[in-house]
């Protein structure tokens, strides 16, 4: 590591002058003229803010927003329902109150302020220098206060948190006593939590549905929602015999009035067309009492999560459903969250189907990109970034993609518990060329089906790479890739059309490779460890010492070796050709980090070259 | 590699557009008022600007500036004494033109203009959005035109070059022709060149000097410069017999008039006092006619390069010469940069040397950091920056230096010419706590001994680490440590008081691991590579297949493997105790990476609460 500069840290006001300057800040404010913010005559329409959210779980507070990309702001609308003394909202990295970026209203007792502020790793508050949550509008209602306030993507300020696509982990927290100022606020005793959402929702023009559009409702049939935080709830639907083959070509939630905060997240599974029947199932997804048949009632028909709202198929496609060859029998599986253990709570949730007889051109498909799921691909313990790569290579699109490509519309991103981050490039010619899907803040406990921003066009010859960032922190043993919950994943799958017969197209390390790694570990190291060829897989990850050598070197071969490539037409056969020992893409070019827009700074001097008065130049 | 948004990379203005506006701003200007700058009344003080340094080797361009710390600027004065149509002045990372930050001063042939400019990865010049070379007047006189401007050390434009501690790479290029505007300069067509100087020169006040101080100089006795682009001059002087034991306490370069852009950096030896008597040599250093014994004089007294000043001692510490157990015989030694080849110039430089009988309180030493100069440090080809680090561990230290500790007040990096970074950090209870001496542009073409910014204490118990960074990108086979001008060496040589036994505090990997990684590499890889141990180590390294996995397995092991630790009273003799196999020091806390100050971007609002009229905030 290479220090710049012998200087000293950059020497920041300490925190006295902060507090000082900003409870001098608070003194003059209250001595202001008192600014009224109030909007006059009615309230906004609904329309003006598309997207809506509980915060938490008791619906006390709702927030509705829009997304201006020309103006590159998010506007916000935030009902506050029973306000006490002020109130914390913010965004931070993975929901932590530390190192986070807040919007803050709060009251004296007397007078009410709003600021923008930052928590440190300490989770002490301080007003921001910049401020960038900018307050638009309050207004009385009947059901609470509204809030109207602004904030930019990027500001640039280092203490913000820069909205990006994906994920973003909003916070609140309600202030049941007067504080004398921003900075006494605690944040520790306050009541507040976390609520996850696509805030940078894609601005995707809704296509022309069609008159004989028909809708069906896969809903629970009023169950009474456990009194527990967490359970997955499995309902077995049934299409009526001789249902035709229809396109689904849309879908919305239907979630049960005053439920808004508990239903999670909702799946709807088509069953596999080899059983001619399934079990009427209606219970807990983990009960013992499950048929073990549902097991095979995996294929994606919709998917929806908490924020999302309805999903369209592009114009040109459609998900076949119904017909020849496909299950009658669908799952549906509702996660509800309940961390205040209400009781009795009924719930007819479920997701509404939008479907037409008259076929689109053509049938969309789902591909699966990333690592195949298999122990060769590991994490070691205690790693708080460790990354794994997957690949879709040139060789599979090149036999399996038509000469006029797919077009990818949607995407749905996958990993187990230790996943924080996933993207999926296309690369072309060794050089990356566009993202398909990226979450820098991605969470296992968040995953829907993303419309994309802009339809991604995969040709044959086309790369799908896809990286998936891990922490295993918490973790005393390695963690290799499998089905288990406590092994690990790193899946997209993806929406496209026209359906081809590529269900699957991943990779995994060379096992050869693997055995040479493990051989080199027990060689290199002092310890005599037994990692004979007979122990399985996991068993000689497990039994490693893990050092910074043993980590790097297994970061070295998954850069390195050789890879097996899974280019599939169904997960158990592939298209005919080599897929051992294939050589790693290259990537010659990277795609060039996003630098974020923002306000120029006020240079000293214009950018206009400076004319000077020297006579005659050249001396002759 | 994670991508953070799928967005596609943030749009700049185009090429096109930034020219037009640029054009547009030139025409503006030459219908502005022609603004007169110009200094009124005499000519600046010679003190005013403290550094001097020629620019090319005609001395032409003669460049003199100073440093405001409190402002964090440069204020240079460039003296042109043959203007033409305008020149350019800049600087960039390794003295090259592209990706370069200018002034640029250009004439049409009616007005001149003065512009902060930068030039993109292919050479062409684009005005800058900021203007942060600041004009601050022009001034005729009979030698030249001068030219004053201001420039902060950090501007926190992205194109600015970041003004740091250590090497500067000066470029200029003089405009030969009038040009119609700044896109209309050509830079490859232009006569231009590089200077390498330290701008940020420490701020340190002159210690009082004795009054029985005396001075001798040791200077080349009317040396006829060879008419070749480099040569290093070696001249043998000799104290007087019976010279006893002074303390140098200061020194200066003698430079005669005229040769100043010849001259570039000088060096004084002492000779090894095992031999009674050395030759007097004068001649080329690399002459056949060279005494081999002139290899003993290798003890360095003092050392000056181009831009430097006179060094001062510390005034509790001088550097011991003469009296018994010190050699009588000084080598001199000149390096001649002559590229324009200059015939049967004479000169007669040298240093001039102050010193006192009054011995001050301690004697001043000087201690090699860094790696040992062993082959089993290695840096493989083909690689832009590898990083090499060489310790001096806290058991060392414990043992050597006195409890009172050490002070380093000055420091000369040094490589061979694949370095390109040094830094040495100093690290107590496993936490860095200071940056010795750093150069982020280092060249092995300019190594000067260099006063520290502030004097750095060193105590029983901590560790100094030494990291130097490689380029390789030029050679095929690996580059291994050693004495060749071909091999490398990371050496850190620091000047201290009060003197210890210590004299060499080195590192090197441990030959054991080393071998378990050729073995890993013979084991690993398809290829049958002999590297059985008969082989030398450079051998076995010359033979390595080197791919990403050999590059990165050996980063991994440099990183991890107990070292062997050189804990040297004189370079052969070892301080008792057990130094193989020893742990590497683990740093659990690293520096802050320094944050530039930069002018405030201008936020939409002031940091200060917005008061709210919401009436009672608290409904009961």
Redesign the interface.
Known sequence: ??????????SCPSLKLREVA?MY??M???F?V?????LQGSAPRESDFPYKVPLDPQGLLELSWNVSYPEQAVHFQLLIR?????LLFGMSDRGEFENADLAV?W?DGH??????AWSDAKGQLH??????Y??LG?R?APEG?YLLFRRAFS???PKDY?I???TVHLIYGILEKPVSS?QAINISALHGGLQRVQLLKPNISIPELPSDMKTMEITAPDVVIPSQETTYWCYVAELPAGFPKHHIIMYEPVVTAGNEALVHHMEVFQCAAEFDSFPHYNGPCDSKMKPDRLNYCRHVLAAWAMGAQAFYYPEEAGLAFGGPGSSRYLRLEIHYHNPLVFKGRRDSSGIRLYYTATLRPYDAGIMELGLVYTPVMAIPPGEDNF?LTGYCTDKCTQLALPAAGIRIFASQLHTHLAGR?V?T?LSRDGRERQ????D?HYSPHFQEIRM??EVVAVFPGDELIT?C?YNTEDRSRATVGGFGILEEMCVNYVHYYPQTQLELCKSAVDPGYLR?YF??VN??NDEEICMCPQVSVPEQFYSIPW???NR??L???Y???PISVHCNKSSAVRFPGEWEKQPLPSITE??????????????????????????Q???D
């Open positions: 590591r290479m220090q710049n500069s012998r200087s000293k840290p950059c900003s800040f608070t003059v404010a209250a202001l008192i600014l009224v913010v109030a029973q306000l006490q003394f002020g209203l009251s007078n009410s302020y709003f600021g923008d007003m921001d220098s910049q401020q960038d900018q307050l309050a009385r206060l500001t640039c300020d820069l990006e696509d994906g921003l990354i981050k993207v490039v993202v398909v899907n990226a820098g994309l921003k990286t960032t040479r051989n080199l060689r290199f050092n910074t050598f790097d070197v970061k070295s071969l850069s390195f070796a990277r795609l060039p980090e996003p630098v974020p827009r923002c306000p120029p700074a006020s240079g000293p001097q214009p950018a206009a070259p400076e004319p000077l008065n020297l006579g130049l050249r001396r």
